[in-house]
């Protein structure tokens, strides 16, 4: 079964509680979503790392329940 955004979202703002998310469906099908997400706690941090805490935030859900995500990850100016 697909994870469904507001599912997406709420693990990302679980696990990084600074973050303003965006997420979108961007092939129309509930399996391949963009999410953007701005946080605080990104700066001074590689896009690598940025990407690694998003991970971490989603509980091991990419490749399974969640198929597809494409980041979009940075801090506030």
Do not use: C, W
């Amino acid at each position: 079964m697909a994870m469904e955004m507001h599912a997406i979202e709420r693990l990302i703002r679980n696990g990084i509680p600074d973050a303003k998310v965006t997420i979108r469906d961007f092939s129309g099908d509930g399996n391949h979503y963009v999410a953007e997400i701005i946080a605080e706690s990104f700066r001074g941090k590689s896009r690598i790392q940025q990407h690694q805490m998003v991970y971490q935030a989603l509980e091991g859900n990419v490749g399974n329940a969640l198929h597809a995500l494409s980041l979009k990850t940075d801090s506030p100016n």
